[in-house]
Nanobody, 115 residues
Framework: QVQLVESGGGLVQPGGSLRLSCAAS????????MGWYRQPPGKQRELVAF???????HYANSVKGRFAISRDNDKNTVYLQMNSPRPEDTAVYYC?????????WGQGTQVTVSS
């Protein structure tokens, strides 16, 4: 059974920093693209960033220059470094990954940006 487990969410002040982690576990043969999505209150889920196995990255315009996605293939883990977060970044953040040719979601972690 494959699962994705996020950690690192919480309350952060505007202009601060926070790092989210997402570890994949289970019977894993291969991991392709990994990414982060978020769902702000009352809104639809949206892409934040993704990273390919070869480390190509793509970011939503709203986070470009502030957030950084990275991955550790040895640890089957993807990270999201959130720098200079804004109140509008408040959302439930979800990890997503293609594992063994199937797509998986994490359970989500709440990030609240507030002073």
């Amino acid at each position: 059974q494959v699962q994705l487990v996020e950690s690192g969410g919480g309350l952060v002040q505007p202009g601060g920093s926070l790092r989210l982690s997402c570890a994949a576990s289970g019977n894993i043969f291969s991991i392709g693209d990994m990414g982060w999505y978020r769902q702000p209150p009352g809104k639809q889920r949206e892409l934040v960033a993704f990273i390919t196995k070869g480390a190509y990255t793509h970011y939503a315009n709203s986070v470009k220059g502030r957030f950084a996605i990275s991955r550790d293939n040895d640890k089957n883990t993807v990270y999201l470094q959130m720098n200079s977060p804004r109140p509008e970044d408040t959302a439930v953040y979800y990890c997503n990954a293609d594992i063994n040719s199937h797509n998986y979601w994490g359970q989500g972690t709440q990030v609240t940006v507030s002073s």
